[in-house]
C-alpha cells in the first residue's frame, strides 16, 4: 500500500523453503487490473525458473488467486498455492467497487477444470488477512 496498491501480496518458494520471487499488487501507476501479485509472480516464475522448480513450488498469497490468476499460476506449472482470505470474503469485504470486482469462483475450481493437478490450501489465517483491507475499500 506504500506504494498506492492495493493490500495484495504473493511469494514463491522452492520446495527447500527459500524464497524464490516476491511480488505486491502492481495497478499502479498505470491502473493495471490485470495486474494482481500473482499474477505477476505466476509471469516472472516463467521468464525466470525453470519448469521443474515452478513443478515443485508453493506460492503463498494474501488472498484467494482470482479466476485469472489461478489460470497464470495453473499455465506457469506452479504445483501448490496456499492463501490467506478466501475470494468469497473479499467479495463481502470489497462489494462492488470498481477497482475490485471480485470474481466468486474458487481458485480450486479453476484448477480443477485443468489437466494437471496444482494443490490449494486455505483459507488461512483468514481474519488477520481480511484485517488488511480495513477501511481500504471504503474510499
Known sequence: ???GNHPFAAVLVD???HVLIEAENGYMPARDATAHAERVLATQACTSLLPEVR????L?????PCAMCAGAIYW???GRVVYGLSERRLRDITGNHPENPTLDLPCREV?????RATEVVGPLLEDEAAALHAGVWDK
Open 111 to 115: 484448477f480443477a477444470s485443468g489437466q
Open 76 to 78: 506457469a506449472g506452479i
Open 15 to 17: 520446495a527447500g523453503g
Open 60 to 64: 503463498y498469497s494474501s488472498a484467494e
Open 55 to 58: 513443478t515443485t513450488a508453493t
Open 1 to 3: 500500500m506504500a506504494h
